[in-house]
């Protein structure tokens, strides 16, 4: 199917619509958001099978709760945080993250060219994301991207803020790593070597 | 660095998996809110309206005649089947009248009343109550002439005549048969049944059976039969199991009825929906599903009527046994996994579903007056068509023909009833 893109600058009618649950509109929704929404869970999913669980699962969440939203705010931001916990959530239930062994939280942050950033796209970084064991990738995710305190982070990891930082850290570190292995490679994206934590 | 993937990923889109809509509508709640577009609640609207004008039109009209109109009988008092209320002979036809009253006599002018005839018959007072509208300031100390406007297959002006001056001295009224009312007279007299019967037999047929518009609207509950079994293959071990649904379907109608025979009925239905619930079964497998299908349908209806004479004394009913057809679009269908998208002119559905479609349909139903006005019906129809195509779900793949099966209700209004001569 043709996922549409839209430039739906008023939502109101679409999301009455979705609050009867109307398919049409409900086809409407998902065409305008996926692409955006698909992209989150990539960033939060170990693999793309994962990712496209995640979408499903998310979208589900939007349309059973679409008549919770009151039209206050910013209708994107709300679809993302439901997109963003239930993410949170599979991880939680499917993954066995490694906040326990508190690193020094202190880690020195290599300092990373300008440069790279300028031959290296969007989907290169994603996929270092997602080379990211999964306690590392969702910390960095939610405090790098998505702009969540390592308090924020804390409460709804169930970790103590501490590990949170030593986390992203931590990530921040390899990444960094792939970054530099990256440019000597050549660009040639290959990371087959596996970053453990 | 943050800054950097932030800037990068946060507004990062990738194109997301194929099928990924038909997926997750595969997963939804099934569409079962009917969302009224502006136009049906208008079109409601103004259908309300114009039953309320109509009604007051046929409630409040003036009739200019001097002549009072019998617009509807009461309740005789005896049993139809006494022995005691034959006609001897037609000379006798009215008997003699002991009392005459009238219920609100000061205000017989103005609005219906009640005359009570008490008539000495057989040494045996007998009561025939009959309501009288009357009209201008006619009362009924000046009446000539009372008329029924009776029956069958075309109105009749019947009978009753008084010829007093005044009702309140009037010792006699005598009824006469005229014109063609003749005939049923005489039938009335060889079946030896009384004058009084006959009166309210005539009123009967007159207020319940002649022809006229009826309007009224409709529900109904019904079981779809949509899915077939695969053709057999020889290897294929898939099988599809029918369990019983229910959709729903409502709307209005409009009816007219030629005689007290033949008439005909159109309804609209705002929703008319085709479930059918169904369990796949293979040898591995089993698994539920369920098809909905929304339509607005138009059934035109043909109506035979047949109404079994019950004793005057009980309210009327009538027997409708209907044929018709009826045409249909499809406003949408919730179906997953079997139709994947619910938007009318997709690809997918058109390949699956007539967007239109014919069906035959038959209905019987059971018609119960309330009162002069308005009846109830209740009844089974049974609709015959070939709306899907084909439909295609995992190793199922047949042509179908759906067969629903109903009950149904319906409330109707008679907009007139008999017919001044």
């Known amino acids: ?197 | 660095m943050d800054k950097i993937f932030r800037d990068a990923l946060a507004q990062h889109e990738v194109f997301p998996p194929q099928n990924g809509w038909e997926k997750l509508a595969a997963q939804l709640p099934a569409e079962n809110k009917f969302i009224f577009a502006s136009w049906m609640k208008w079109s409601m609207a103004a259908a309300f309206i114009g039953v309320v004008i109509s009604t007051s039109i046929v409630l409040f009209q003036k009739d200019n005649s001097i002549k009072q109109k019998i617009v509807a009988i009461a309740h005789p008092i005896f049993h139809p089947k006494s022995k005691n209320i034959f006609v001897e002979k037609q000379n006798d036809v009215g008997g003699n009248l002991s009392t005459i009253s009238t219920n609100n006599s000061s205000k017989i002018s103005e609005k219906k009343s009640e005359i009570l005839i008490t008539k000495n018959e057989n040494n045996r007072n007998r009561n025939v109550q009959l309501d009288v509208s009357q009209n201008q300031s006619n009362t009924l100390h000046s009446a000539t002439e009372v008329h029924l406007i009776a029956h069958e297959n075309k109105p009749q002006r019947l009978l009753a005549a008084t010829n007093s001056m005044s009702m309140q001295l009037m010792t006699k009224m005598k009824l006469s048969l005229v014109a063609d009312g003749e005939r049923e007279y005489n039938r009335m007299l060889r079946r030896k049944v009384s004058n009084d019967m006959f009166i309210d037999e005539l009123l009967r047929r007159q207020l319940y059976f002649v022809k006229g518009w009826h309007i009224g609207v409709k529900g109904e509950f019904n079981n779809t039969w949509i899915l077939v079994n695969p053709p057999s293959t020889g290897t294929s071990m898939v099988q599809l199991n029918y369990k019983i649904d229910a959709g729903l379907a409502y709307g209005l109608l409009a009816g007219y009825d030629f005689n007290n025979k033949f008439g005909f009925q159109i309804e609209y239905h705002l929703v008319s929906q085709m479930a059918q619930r169904y369990e796949i079964s293979s040898q591995y497998a089993a698994k539920n599903g369920s098809i909905r299908l929304n339509y607005n349908h138009i059934p035109l209806l043909f109506k035979f009527k047949w109404h079994p004479l019950k004793g005057v004394e009980q309210k009327p009913v009538v027997m409708d046994y209907m044929v018709g057809v009826q045409y249909g679009w499809l406003k949408s269908t919730t179906k997953p996994n079997l139709i994947y998208t619910a938007i009318p002119g997709s690809d997918y559905i058109n390949q699956q579903v007539n967007l239109t479609e014919w069906d035959f349909v038959t209905a019987v139903n059971y018609d119960m007056y309330l009162n002069d006005r308005f009846f109830i019906s209740m009844g089974g129809r049974a609709t015959f068509g070939g709306n899907v195509k084909k439909l295609v779900n995992d190793n199922i793949s047949a042509k179908s023909k759906n067969l629903t099966l109903g009950l149904e209700v319906g409330l109707h209004y008679k907009l007139h009833f008999g017919k001044q001569k």
Not at chain 1, 47 to 70: C, H, M, P, Y
Not at chain 1, 116 to 137: C, H, P, W
């Open chain 1, 1 to 197: 199917m043709k996922i549409e893109h839209q430039i739906l600058p008023d939502f109101s009618e679409i999301i009455d619509g979705c609050k009867k649950g109307n398919r049409k509109f409900q086809e409407k929704l998902y065409g305008h958001f996926a692409s955006k929404m698909f992209a989150v869970c990539m960033r939060y999913a170990p693999s793309r099978e994962d990712a496209e669980d995640l979408l499903q699962e998310g979208f589900l969440k939007v349309f059973n709760s679409i008549n919770g939203f009151k039209n206050e705010g910013s209708f994107e931001g709300w679809i993302r945080r439901i997109f963003v916990h239930t993410s949170i959530e599979f991880f939680r239930k499917n993954s066995k993250m490694h906040p326990m062994i508190e690193l020094n939280p202190v880690l020195p942050e290599a300092a990373v060219s300008e440069d790279i950033f300028s031959t290296i796209n969007a989907n290169e970084l994603m996929k270092m994301v997602q080379r990211l064991s999964d306690g590392y990738r969702i910390t960095f995710n939610l405090y790098a991207v998505e702009g969540f305190t390592h308090r924020e982070i804390g409460e709804m990891l169930n970790i103590n803020e501490g590990t949170s930082k030593s986390q992203v850290a931590r990530a921040r570190i390899l990444l960094q790593k792939m970054l530099s292995d990256h440019t000597k490679k050549n660009f040639k994206n290959d990371y087959s070597v596996v970053y453990e934590r």
